[in-house]
């Protein structure tokens, strides 16, 4: 498959008063065309930041940024968003190329807007469209995640959570965007109303050939979607696999504990927990930053060499074992 | 005879609308029972706004229920004025779901622990080897590190462990957990399980577990109860409900809840379409028959069905049994 983003050594450092945060410290992978990808990792492992470091939406205190994100377009060739200016993000790649389902965002819609206007706003102002053309293409991405074009006169609060995550959806891809990047999409909705969207997602990805990130904690919905999974810790990406491979036999020791974490249904299993806490992102652990809660941590070597990433069995992992 | 009691218990809300209007009532709670045995764990299972917590707050006598009858250690608990009450509030506690706001951010952690034991007249002798010991049962260790802390100071993980450590200071029978781990990481949601499941059978307490999440609800419950927009609609054991869900609802519920499979992203999950009806104005007949892929033209839209023993133990409302 060709290749649709590739990320070189990313990094996003953010200054606070009490120091720099190393938000996302030197992230690669890769991720096809028509591809989806799931980041995985409990909160303030830097997943959000590095889903705002691809779509360049970085924080006002940005102290440090680094490296490249490659993404491969056939309009523009291959260009490097590290390196693009806001304009060009914005006139060329944000909406157009890569839109974003942001974390709780249905309930970021503005209660005095008609959805209309909400979701030609974008289409009007940074492209430079025409309300008509706009409401048109609003209309069609209506349709496509399953609500009557008359959502488009109504006010959010006439609409229930499913409704408002569908219309966020609808915005996310109504200029037909090659990456959709969803930060936790189903956090607030409810089990069902939960299925009923990833079943859209699944959907849209076949109709229109999407890739997608998928931003959760949750390793069961991520294998919803996710043709590979990404593990984050700290900042760090400690395991990149293939679904088939990562839910069978997760490599990193972290992605084991997580996996055992889950607590499942239908399989009937003990659920462990992963003693410690996430470490600051201001002074991670020196060498793994797993190892202060890793079982199998070996001493004099975990706890001072950074391990490098390896490839086994199709599964890339950063771990001293391997 | 069961420690707890609950029969056809109804709570209420009258809304208004505009000044000469009829008075109409957010039935949140329409005519729930249950009866729980020392020890047993209940799980309550719903979405948002289908009365699950609306009846955990009834059945500790938080909300004033409209009709019904609460029995606790055989004393009709229902209507007892709040001054004659105050037994019962000592015998049973509540964990919040959100670790974020339902601690007092003016309060250390030593305090927000103390105070209950205050209110029972506890000697403050006693008090501080209390409040140390309830630490260490939640894993607060060392306790002399968390006594000083203030919420804030403390992780989402920890401060709920504060919260439990709050509930079960005083010993009570019976606790009322409402979502307790929905706001965690799902990491340290195991940890809080577990937690509560050691706690819970090391002291024997009663408990309603209420929750959409079935899979966390495993690892606690005997028995559950499923609602939908103010009703119950399956009741039984635990296991037997999960193996065979009788009701379309519970089949939606447990077929919506992935289980970790990579194949999973190769099939489109068979659930109904749309969302719980408003409460106010709930439809006709099953409330559920709007949604229900077996609903039966002619009668699921027009009766209600009654409740019934479907199986040993094993209650259902539905048409279809």
Not at chain 1, 228 to 252: C, N, Q, S, T, W
Not at chain 1, 282 to 307: D, L, Q, S, W
Not at chain 2, 25 to 49: M, P, Q, R, T
Request: proline share 8%; hydrophobic share 40%.
């Amino acid at each position: 498959m060709p290749p649709l983003l590739e990320l070189r050594n990313v990094k996003m450092y953010y200054g606070t008063s009490r120091g720099t945060v190393k938000a996302v410290d030197g992230i690669s992978f890769r991720l096809n065309k028509g591809e989806a990808m799931a980041l995985v990792g409990e909160s303030g492992s830097g997943k959000s930041s590095l889903a705002f470091t691809i779509i360049r939406l970085l924080p006002r205190n940005v102290a440090e940024t680094g490296g490249e994100i490659l993404f491969y377009d056939e309009e523009l060739g291959v260009v490097d968003l590290a390196k693009m200016n806001e304009d060009e993000i914005r006139r060329k790649i944000r909406w157009k190329k890569i839109s974003m389902v942001f974390q709780a965002s249905m309930n970021a819609l503005n209660p005095i807007l008609r959805v209309q206007d909400q979701m030609i706003e974008p289409l009007v102002l940074h492209l430079g469209l025409s309300r008509e053309e706009a409401v048109k293409i609003a209309e069609e991405a209506l349709r496509s995640v399953g609500l009557a074009k008359d959502v488009l006169m109504r006010y959010p609060f006439e609409l229930s959570g499913g409704m408002k995550q569908r219309v966020v959806i609808a915005m996310a891809i109504m200029m037909r965007p090659r990456l959709v990047i969803l930060d936790e999409p189903t956090s607030a909705l409810d089990v069902i109303t939960q299925a009923n969207i990833m079943n859209l997602l699944k959907e849209l990805k076949a109709k229109f050939d999407l890739s997608y990130i998928l931003i959760t904690h949750d390793i069961a919905l991520a294998s919803e979607i996710a043709d590979k999974i990404g593990v984050m810790y700290a900042g760090r990406l400690v395991e990149v696999a293939p679904a088939d491979v990562f839910f069978r036999k997760p490599k990193h020791p972290y992605s084991q504990k997580l996996l055992a974490a889950m607590p499942t249904l239908r399989e009937e299993k003990s659920i462990e927990y992963i003693p410690g806490d996430v470490p600051s992102l201001i002074t991670p652990p020196p060498g793994c930053r797993f190892h202060p809660r890793c079982p199998y941590a070996i001493k004099g070597k975990c706890e001072k060499e950074e391990p490098q990433t390896k490839q086994i069995d199709g599964s890339e992992v950063a771990c001293w074992l391997y | 005879m069961p420690l707890l009691e609950v029969q056809e218990l109804r709570t209420w809300f009258p809304v208004k609308k505009g000044l000469f209007s009829r008075v109409r009532y957010v039935k949140a709670v329409d005519g729930v029972s249950f009866a729980l045995e020392k020890g047993e764990v209940l799980a309550v299972i719903g979405e948002s706004g289908s009365g699950k917590t609306t009846l955990g707050r009834t059945v500790l006598r938080l909300v004033k229920p409209t009709a019904g009858r609460i029995i606790f250690e055989g004393k009709d608990v229902t209507n007892t004025p709040e001054s004659a009450l105050r037994w019962y509030r000592f015998s049973t506690a509540m964990v919040f779901q959100d670790p974020f706001s339902s601690l007092n951010p003016y309060h250390t952690v030593q305090y927000i622990l103390e105070e209950p034991l205050i209110l029972r007249g506890v000697p403050p002798k006693n008090r501080a080897e209390l409040v140390v010991k309830a630490l260490e049962e939640v894993r607060l260790v060392p306790p002399e590190d968390f006594l000083k802390k203030y919420p804030h100071m403390l992780s989402g993980g920890q401060r709920q462990r504060v919260g439990i450590a709050r509930a079960l200071i005083t010993r009570p029978k019976f606790i009322v957990a409402d979502e307790p781990v929905s706001m965690l990481d799902v990491s340290i949601r195991a940890e809080i399980l577990s937690l509560m499941r050691s706690l819970q059978t090391k002291y024997g307490i009663t408990m309603m577990y209420i929750t959409h999440d079935i899979a966390t609800a495993k690892y606690l419950a005997d028995k559950i109860l499923v609602m939908y927009a103010g009703k119950m609609v399956e009741y039984g054991p635990f296991r037997d409900v999960i193996k065979e869900p009788l009701h379309p609802y519970t089949q939606a519920l447990i077929e919506a809840l992935p289980d970790p499979d990579p194949t999973n992203r190769f099939k489109l999950r068979k659930v109904p379409p749309g969302e719980p009806p408003s409460l106010l104005n709930p439809p006709a007949g099953c409330r559920f028959h709007p949604r229900c892929p077996y609903a039966i033209k002619g009668k699921c839209e027009k009766e209600e069905p009654k409740f019934i023993e479907a199986k040993k133990d094993h209650y259902t409302a539905c048409w279809l049994y």
